[in-house]
């Protein structure tokens, strides 16, 4: 019986680091059927390949975009993810997934959904199970795999913005969401300790919720307590010890008394005076291997990163932010502390960019920095970011910059991004509205043409990074390489005109260079044509 497709002559990177290789690739079903020399080999439909390079679709380790899967327009929204080669995203991170619900959180979690997506989501579900099977029923154009929030997990038993400790009723009541997510499909617990609720979370707490996911064979992940040199969450002397690199401490403390394998969520670097710390973090981090803890991070390669504008403001802020925000006196004494802190960080809210406001009278701001949004309001710039945040209920979405480097000075950045436990991300907010993160629709091809070109890694090292690598990770069955018998998740891209055309002015570029893309074995790019109906990706369980 013939193939349906046969890649011939190209170069095969196949996702493990090995050298590429001579092979034809034939694709039958959903299935990579053969490898090799297959020239005697029927197909339905040949490509050529000479010149181009076969790899496996790329794995975002790190995505945030499964709250938007469940929006009935999700295949033309994507399209930038598919056209840098994206074929599976893994969503539920930083504590913030889409279930558990319950009435205790939510309001909270359709509140909160407008950080992601345009229109808040309709939550049509309870469970992690009752999601993935809802996900199950929608036209899936990516691959979706979930992590459970502990966040979620938290705020579903005791609210969103309760700083208390749980008791032992409501850790039971925690552990029984966590048990039925892991055994619903999820492929890990997920912790976002920069935000609440995870923010309140005590590390005993957190050690308890990583042996969950442990004693389930599974992974925990953390967006750390702190990521900056000075972090108003700690109360430690950050001369003694820096406290992004306090921050490590914990998490490596939290993996091991929960006998837990732990990724770091985007380890980055932020702020000037926080960027020389990137060598006594990798040490850190390699020591911790060396004593036998299962640990690994990822990281996007640029210098900035979505988030929200509440995240600058420390915990015990954050149950009254609002009030607090809007009364001057106490505004002044936000400021003033705020301007202490930026500058032992070498960070200041000049350094932040609008991308979606999320309230109407501020829209025109957006794509701005906020310096010059507010000289152009003709406010103080502390004034307007305050209102900024009261204005669109803590829901504003900005890109921070300063992350692990800033316009040519990039030392942190490539120096993270080139070790070999780096997974690459994106990390990325992807709407209609609003200014983009130029990491939506360069990233891969980022990593590949940029930073391969700059010696940081082999093409083969760097596929890995965003495929092999992240796959084994996770524990992705059958995805992340070109072997035969995988699923044909597959990028054909040519290496001669590979380019990440995105910025931070312009993000809403496309790549230069991926000229083809499969998913389950659906030909889904096809040169300059996007299949926004084609509907092949799957939700994958563990």
């Keep these: ?10 170069r095969v990177v196949d996702g493990s680091g090995a050298t590429a290789f001579s092979a034809d690739v034939a694709i039958t079903g959903d299935r990579i059927a053969a490898i090799g020399d297959l020239a005697g080999l029927e197909a339905r439909r ?80 309870e469970t992690m199970h009752e999601f993935l099977e809802a996900l199950e029923r929608e036209p899936l154009p990516l691959n979706v795999a979930e992590l459970v929030g502990h966040g979620a997990i938290r705020s579903a038993v005791m609210g969103a913005l309760n700083a208390a400790e749980p008791g032992a009723d ?35 707490e957190l050690a308890r919720v ?15 307590r702190a990521y900056s040199r000075v972090s108003p969450v700690y109360k ?67 210098t900035a990163g979505n988030t929200t504008a509440s995240v600058l403001f420390p915990p015990e802020m954050l149950p009254h932010l609002e009030s607090i925000l809007a009364d001057p006196n106490l505004l002044a004494t936000v400021k003033e502390l705020g301007r202490h802190a930026f500058e032992q960080i070498g960070f200041w809210l000049e350094d932040i960019q609008i991308m979606r406001a999320n309230a109407p009278a501020y829209e025109p701001y957006e794509g701005l920095f906020v310096g010059d949004a507010a000289a152009r309001a003709g406010m103080d710039v502390w004034e307007f970011y305050a209102r900024l945040v009261i204005e669109s209920h803590r829901t504003a979405r900005v890109l921070n910059h300063t992350y692990s480097g800033h316009e040519d000075r990039e030392d942190a950045l490539r120096r993270i991004l080139a070790h070999p436990l780096c997974t690459i991300e994106t990390d990325t ?41 992240a796959a ?16 044909a998740d597959l990028v054909l891209l040519d290496p001669a005109s590979l380019r990440d055309t995105a910025t931070f002015a312009s993000p809403a570029r496309f790549p230069m260079g991926i000229e083809h893309v499969w998913i389950n074995g659906a030909h889904v790019l096809d040169g300059a044509r996007y299949d926004a109906q084609a509907a092949a990706g799957r939700v994958l369980r563990s």
Aim: aromatic content about 8%; some cysteine.
């Design 170 to 204: 409501e850790l039971e009541a925690m552990e029984r969401h966590a048990r039925e997510a892991l055994d619903a499909g999820c492929f890990g617990i997920s912790s976002g300790l920069g935000y609440p609720p995870g923010i309140f979370s005590s590390e005993a």
């Design 1 to 10: 019986m013939p193939a349906d497709l046969k890649l011939a002559g190209g």
């Design 429 to 469: 907010f992807l709407t209609d509205h609003g200014h983009q993160n130029p990491a939506s629709y360069g990233t891969f091809p980022r990593v590949l043409s940029t930073y391969v070109e700059a010696g940081l890694f082999s093409l083969e090292e760097a596929v890995r990074k965003m495929t092999g690598a």
């Design 210 to 224: 990583a042996g969950w996911a442990a004693a389930s064979g599974k992974i925990f992940t953390s967006h750390l």
């Design 46 to 125: 040949s490509i050529d390949c000479r010149g181009r390079l076969i790899a496996p679709g790329f794995i975002d380790i790190h995505s945030h975009s499964d709250w938007l899967v469940p929006g009935g327009d999700v295949g033309r929204l994507v399209e930038p993810f598919v056209r840098q080669g994206m074929t599976t995203l893994v969503g539920g991170n930083c504590g913030f997934s889409p279930a558990p619900l319950s009435e205790r959180n939510r309001e909270a979690a359709r509140e909160s959904s407008r950080l992601i997506v345009d229109d808040e989501v309709e939550l049509r579900w």
């Design 236 to 302: 430690t002397d950050a001369s003694v010890l820096a406290h992004n690199l306090a921050a490590i401490e914990e998490i490596l403390s939290v993996a091991r008394a929960g006998k837990a394998k732990v990724q770091i969520s985007h380890l980055i670097f932020v702020g000037r005076e926080t960027w020389p710390t990137v060598e006594q973090a990798i040490a850190m981090i390699e020591r911790a291997r060396e004593d036998g803890i299962d640990v690994a991070f990822d990281a996007f390669p640029y």
């Design 472 to 487: 084994e990770r996770l524990g992705l069955r059958e995805r992340g390489f070109v072997r035969e018998g995988y699923f």
